[in-house]
């Protein structure tokens, strides 16, 4: 049905965002892949150097940017530091439409589950229902395949992570930090990602990459007149 070039990362890295590597060179590897796909690695790349070097120079006629599986959700604030979800923004800003699909557990059952979701989503046409303006971003809960409850569309919920830092002091008396957080209580809403995920439902929400707060910026601009 279609043909499939893999582009990863030679290890995993998480909350990367859409980071770019700008300081070093990116070397490519080529890897056994199982039925034929052809299969890279990036050395030291984030996910988003392997859509950039993907699409540049190993298929720059890509019809479908797929990013994932991501081992974890990607809802609400999570989207913000999601190397998946930065992946797929990559294949936006290069023009392609982009899907960025995150399993609720990383359990190997739970992956198979979310690619049987992806290719019968795109067994019924969802590629019409993307787009190179913005990530389509779908989360699929760890459930069994009979438990899912359906397919839903969904906002971002205000949920996401506290992020902590764990100071301490090593056998040198050297100061370092562990980053940490914890799960933040979302909002109540009744389309939020989180709360139709926590609900049994697969969640499909478009991610746009412009960052104006539109609303705000009207009333600002209408109350506020500055001038040097």
Request: hydrophobic residues 35%; glycine residues 8%.
């Amino acid at each position: 049905k279609a043909e499939i070039t893999v582009v990863a990362p030679d290890r995993t890295k998480n909350a990367t965002s859409h980071s770019l590597t700008l300081d070093s060179i990116l070397r490519l590897r080529k890897v056994f892949m199982p039925n034929g796909y052809e299969g890279y690695t990036v050395v030291d790349g984030s996910p988003a150097d392997c859509v950039l070097v993907a699409l540049n120079d190993l298929v720059p006629d890509t019809d479908l940017v797929i990013a994932g599986i991501n081992h974890g959700t990607n809802c609400g604030i999570d989207v913000l530091y999601s190397g998946t979800v930065g992946a797929a923004s990559e294949g936006v800003v290069n023009g392609k439409p982009s899907i960025a699909i995150s399993s609720e557990s990383p359990e190997r059952e739970h992956l198979e589950i979310t690619a049987r979701v992806l290719v019968t989503l795109l067994d019924q046409g969802l590629l019409n229902a993307t787009s190179s303006d913005w990530v389509l971003n779908i989360n699929v809960p760890a459930l069994k395949w009979e438990e899912i409850k359906g397919v839903a569309w969904a906002t971002m919920s205000r949920h996401g992570w506290t992020n902590r830092v764990q100071r301490r002091e090593d056998p040198r008396g050297q100061i370092y930090y562990w980053v940490t957080g914890e799960r933040s209580k979302p909002e109540q809403s009744n389309n939020g990602d989180y709360q139709l995920l926590s609900q049994g439902f697969v969640t499909l929400t478009p991610v746009g990459l412009d960052f104006t707060d539109h609303e705000s910026l009207k009333e600002l601009s209408s109350r506020f007149v500055f001038e040097l």
